[in-house]
């Protein structure tokens, strides 16, 4: 993968459903269907191959999923889902190859040895909101709002429940599945849906800035502190502790752990070998 990749604003309109662009260790993946970036099934298996590339390329240390235009993303491409009704099994095959597409890709960023931070300008609903659940971290613009409407078109969002309930309160993520209504920035900070709310001109370059630091750290180190941070969570509280223990130990004979360590106290800057 070429260590820069620049688009056009008039190839982008309806060239490609994903945009890339990988900058010093740093892979922005833009979501670009237009107008709503449905997760339709082209833009859910362009995300799984760009996912899958970013996790063998040593030259990708963070991966931030942005969006082009006023919405993050509307969920489902219901549309596209209707259309397959007139099939002889009323859409059954297509309905389970959707969700199945669906689970495997918030899956991938949940296993990907890589931080993935989700950058959000605009309404994140329904799938769209589990993307951005199912993210390591949340930063977004104070106009950005949220929700998972299906029970009010007679859907429950039952596949962005497992993503949103996992990030959210208990209580607040049933609030949201029941109403279905929308809940603004601050609300959903409340919530733990997102880590920060920025003022959109500053989005962009904070969401850079978080992504810069990450990239900074040993690559062998995050893929460890995430792989254990999701396999700890939700176990019992003993079992986690053995769990994190073996990997501390694991970690700490990691050459990085050792030049980490050693720069640290010898007052240098590591040099970081991913091993």
């Known amino acids: 993968m070429a260590d820069v990749v620049s688009f056009r604003k008039e190839d982008c309109e309806q060239a490609t459903p994903l945009m890339e662009a990988l900058n010093d260790g740093v892979l922005r993946l833009t979501l670009n269907n237009p107008p709503a970036n449905a997760l339709s099934i082209a833009l859910m298996e362009a995300l799984l191959a760009a996912l899958d590339r970013a996790a063998t390329d040593k030259a990708v240390r963070v991966v931030i999923l942005a969006a082009a235009g006023k919405l993050f993303s509307a969920g489902h491409d219901l549309k596209e889902m209707t259309a397959h009704r007139a099939d002889a099994d009323r859409g059954r095959a297509f309905f389970e190859k959707t969700m199945r597409l669906c689970a495997d890709l918030m899956l ?32 977004c613009t104070d106009t950005s709002t949220f929700c998972t409407p299906g029970v009010n078109i007679g859907l429950f969002c039952s596949t962005p429940m497992v993503a949103i309930s996992r990030a959210a309160h208990r209580k607040q993520a049933m609030e949201m599945l029941l109403t279905g209504e929308t809940i603004d920035a601050s609300t959903a900070k409340d919530f733990g849906l997102v880590n920060r709310i920025v003022p959109k001109q500053y989005l962009v370059q904070v969401v850079n800035k978080y992504a810069s630091v990450i990239a900074s750290k040993s690559p062998l180190t995050l893929k460890i502190g995430k792989e254990a941070f999701y396999r700890q969570i939700d176990v019992p509280l003993e079992a986690a502790y053995d769990y994190a223990a073996g990997v501390m130990v694991e970690n700490m004979l990691a050459r990085d752990a050792e030049e980490g360590i050693g720069a640290f106290l010898g007052k240098r800057n590591p040099e970081w070998k991913g091993e």
């Open 108 to 139: 991938k960023i949940t296993h990907l040895p890589k931080p993935v931070i989700a950058e959000i300008d605009g309404l994140a609903t329904a799938a769209g909101c589990q993307l951005v659940a199912s993210c390591d971290l949340a930063i």
